[in-house]
């Protein structure tokens, strides 16, 4: 399963499936069925995250980068979010952050440090 053609916005089903969350985003599934088909409803790790991306043939750069301004952002990217509270995934795509916890936005969601890796159509 390749890249989804039109990116849909969905929230977390649970608090901590972020992760599932933003490769239901991606491939175009709900987050629960990403969940299902993980068996996992908690944190993904970025191996986790890289490893069904790759498998559903969805290529991401290896390269970490820091996020330190919305312009700097490719036109889509995963984004590993230090919040006050915890580490969080979101996406950022075609200009907005479709965030799992906080919805749709033009600024990235509330954050301490973030990282991204780009997402390449």
């Known amino acids: 399963m390749p890249l989804a053609e ?49 498998k559903n043939g969805v290529k991401v750069s290896d390269i970490k980068q820091t996020a330190t301004k919305k312009e700097i952002l490719p036109k889509i990217a995963l984004l590993s979010i230090k919040t006050p509270f915890c580490w969080h995934w979101s996406l ?19 954050y301490e440090k973030c990282f991204f890796w780009e997402i390449e159509k």
């Open 6 to 54: 039109n990116i849909t916005h969905f929230y977390e089903p649970t608090s901590l499936s972020c992760g599932q969350t933003v490769l239901a985003m991606l491939l175009g599934l709900t987050p629960q069925n990403v969940c299902e088909q993980l068996g996992k409803y908690n944190e993904l790790t970025l191996k986790e995250i890289f490893d069904v991306l790759e």
């Open 92 to 110: 950022y795509c075609n200009g907005k952050f479709l965030d799992p916890e906080y919805g749709v936005l033009n600024d990235f969601p509330p």
